[in-house]
């Protein structure tokens, strides 16, 4: 009785090993068969601390360049504790951002959820991304329009460059900062700089922006703790100040973000608070990287910054003393976009986006299985050889003739339905900026600071600038 018990336990447990093993294991090993070449590396971290590992960001760094010379441009790996599939590749990194939601869909590791918060743009999908997209495309269009827009911008560089007039070196990367900060708070709050509110949402921003970059464990004391915490005192300051403006208070600061935020119905107030952050964030460390890197490529490039001090100079030549720059203006300095996208392209501010297959994809001859990470490499595609010619060299000229829009090979703000919404803010204060820098300043950069990507990309001595005004120069 008992063996024959046995017998029907155990002619059933083969029957389900069986089974299993033509249900699950057997098509998974097909599908790995059909998935690009590459290894997994060490169990659960697979390759993700090489990955990871610091290089000069105008590079490939080691871990692309071995997998790409051994595997090809499209490979497998385990990344951030998931099967992989890197993608070198121009072609593949394009598609799989034109199919967001379709075949892949954004997919950031969870603790940059703990720290953005469940609602930031980042985060969200589907109709909530849609939504706040929306939302975010008709901010930036109806700020645009506003006269004070890019008077604003101006107005905060001349700021920051007048605190230079006594100074023989600044740090540049500290003062970029100074500058996208003070300008994102004045267009996202209407904040001036002055303001004690300024003051106090910039010491969290900061204490906020190390945790972004730390390791993941919530521990009190730990920097992620600290920048949990930081991102909720943000919020406190954020609704304080939405209260301050629906009670009436404050009513000379009308044009910027908030006002019309207040006006929307289709967002709860969390979002709100969200999307104010989501603007803070995105407008600041980036922007004041181009600019830092827009510096330090012209300053080892001499033909380059003669031919930008021209194109400033003409666009200065025809305008009176005190006046400031208009859209006009703006459109006049092709080499400079030329500069700009040079830096974009040279110093790879963001080196990849995270996504995940919805479903099995095919592309070309790989097989991108369903639930699998997916990473498009924006840097490798910047700097393969095939695509752009002396590819490690900075070289403006080269977009000269160049459609930039339709351009597939160069995607610094990301593509499809996820583009970069303030790719033209960022490129404004640059521009804008640079127009000051080259006119009223003599300058240099010291010895070699080159950018790394950790992958996030830092200046590690903060780009120390000598400075000396051109006192002959005074535009305003
Ligand atoms: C040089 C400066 C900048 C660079 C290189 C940059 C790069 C990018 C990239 C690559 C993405 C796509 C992320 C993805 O697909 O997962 C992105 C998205 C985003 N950026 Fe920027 N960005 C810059 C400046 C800005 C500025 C100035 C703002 C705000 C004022 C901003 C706000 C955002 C937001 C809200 C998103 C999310 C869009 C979405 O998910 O639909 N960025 N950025």
Redesign the pocket.
């Known amino acids: 009785m008992v063996a024959g018990l046995f017998s029907v336990v155990l002619v059933g447990l083969i029957v389900l090993f069986l089974g299993l093993i033509f249900t699950h294991f057997l098509p998974l090993l097909l599908k790995l068969g059909h998935a690009p070449r590459g290894s997994f590396g060490w169990p659960l971290v697979g390759e993700t601390l090489s990955f990871l590992k610091p290089h000069a960001s105008n590079t490939l760094g080691s871990f692309l360049q071995d997998h790409c010379s051994r595997y090809g441009k499209v490979f497998k790996s385990h990344l951030f504790c998931y099967p992989t599939v890197v993608s070198c590749d121009q072609e593949l990194n394009n598609f799989i951002l034109q199919n967001e939601e379709k075949l892949f869909q954004?997919s950031y590791p969870k603790p940059i959820h703990g720290i953005l918060g469940k609602s930031s743009?980042?985060v969200v999908v589907g109709d909530t991304?849609k939504r706040l997209?929306n939302l975010?495309l008709t901010l930036v269009t109806t700020t645009k329009s506003k006269p004070d827009y890019i008077n604003d911008i101006e107005k905060t560089a001349i700021q920051i460059m007048d605190s230079w007039k006594d100074k023989t070196q600044v740090i540049f990367c500290e003062e970029a900062r100074k500058f996208t900060f003070n300008v994102?708070v004045k267009q996202v709050l209407g904040l001036d700089p002055d303001e004690p509110q300024t003051a106090k949402i910039l010491e969290d921003f900061l204490t906020f922006m190390k945790g972004l970059i730390s390791f993941p464990v919530y521990i009190p004391g730990t920097p992620y703790a600290r920048a949990v915490q930081a991102r909720s005192r943000i919020s406190s300051t954020v609704k304080a100040i939405v209260e301050e403006r629906r009670s009436g208070g404050n009513c000379k600061k009308k044009g910027d973000f908030l006002e019309i935020l207040l006006s929307v119905n289709s967002l709860s107030e969390d979002e709100k608070v969200s999307f104010v952050l989501?603007?803070l964030l995105?407008?600041y460390e980036?922007?004041s990287l181009?600019m830092a890197m827009t510096v330090q490529f012209l300053g080892q490039s001499p033909p380059a910054l003669e031919q930008l001090k021209s194109e400033h100079q003409n666009i200065r030549s025809i305008k009176l003393k005190n006046e400031y720059l208009n859209w006009e203006d703006y459109k006049k300095m092709e080499f400079t976009q030329h500069v700009i996208n040079e830096a974009?392209r040279c110093g790879n501010?963001?080196k990849f986006?995270?996504r995940k297959a919805l479903k099995d994809v095919r592309f070309k001859d790989y097989l991108i299985p369903s639930g699998w990470k997916v990473l498009p490499v924006f840097s490798a595609v910047h700097l393969d050889p095939s695509l752009h010619g002396s590819a490690l060299q900075f070289h403006p000229w080269r977009w000269e003739n160049q459609s930039q829009t339709t351009c597939k090979k160069f995607a610094?703000?990301?593509g499809g339905p996820?583009f970069?919404?303030?790719?033209e803010?960022?490129k404004v204060e640059t521009a804008f900026f640079l127009h000051h820098l080259v006119l009223s300043f003599r300058w240099s950069t010291q010895g070699v600071d080159p950018p790394i990507a950790y992958p996030y990309v830092e200046f590690p001595n903060g780009m120390p600038l000598k400075v000396e005004p051109i006192l002959s120069q005074s535009l305003f």
């Open positions: 954004c743009m980042l991304h997209r975010a994102i989501d603007s995105g407008g980036t922007t181009l974009l501010i963001v986006v995270h610094p703000f990301g996820r970069c919404p303030g790719s803010l960022a």
